[in-house]
Structures are given as C-alpha cells and as structure tokens.
Nanobody, 119 residues
Framework: QVQLVESGGGLVQPGGSLRLSCAAS????????IGWFRQAPGKEREGVSC????????YYEDSVKGRFTISRDNAKNTVYLQMNSLKPEDTAVYYC????????????WGQGTQVTVSS
C-alpha cells in the first residue's frame, strides 16, 4: 500500500524550531521529487519546499528561504523539513506528497501535521 505519513508538528513559540518527518511505505521516496506543502485556515494549499530524486536539488518558497531546510534519509525512506525561526504566519497543516507541476490537482493527501506558532 502506497502511503505517506507526516509527523512532528506541534505548538511552538515564535522563533522556535520544529522538524517534520514524512515517512513513505509501499514505494521508494528517492525515485521521486518530494515536496512539503502547507494549508493555513481559509487559504489555498501552497508548495513550501521540495527535494529532487538522485542529486537532491532543493527548492524553497521565498517566505521560508534561509529558515527551512529539506532533507532525505534514503535508508529510512523519509523526508524531513527542519523549520527554524518560526513565525506566526507559518501556522498551517503541513503535508508531504510527490512534487509534480500538477500537484494542485491532487486529491490524495495524507492527514498532515499541524504546526502552530504562537506565544
């Protein structure tokens, strides 16, 4: 069964850090470009970061550049998102999925992990 499970979210104060995990089962993550996405209340889902298969090239949306770092552990078949210097505007449900140009049309999403940045 092909499945992606997100974890690691929580409540953190502004300026704090969290590390999200995206664990895959049923397929090999390193064969795909994998991304992290987020959806804040009342807003559309947006792409935050992705990491390419093979060479591991990364992309970051402008608002998270310099604060977030995406990485993968192929032995654990897991992709991570290290989030530092968190801001209230980072509050959202975070999801991982395969990153394709058509991702906005995807209907198959996991349960996500809630990140709340608040004092």
């Amino acid at each position: 069964q092909v499945q992606l499970v997100e974890s690691g979210g929580g409540l953190v104060q502004p300026g704090g850090s969290l590390r999200l995990s995206c664990a895959a089962s049923g397929f090999t993550l390193d064969n795909y470009r994998i991304g992290w996405f987020r959806q804040a209340p009342g807003k559309e889902r947006e792409g935050v970061s992705c990491i390419s298969s093979g060479d591991g090239r990364t992309y970051y949306e402008d608002s998270v550049k310099g604060r977030f770092t995406i990485s993968r552990d192929n032995a654990k078949n897991t992709v991570y998102l290290q989030m530092n210097s968190l801001k209230p505007e980072d509050t959202a449900v975070y999801y991982c999925n395969i990153w394709l140009p058509t991702w906005k049309m995807f209907t198959n999403w996991g349960q996500g992990t809630q990140v709340t940045v608040s004092s």
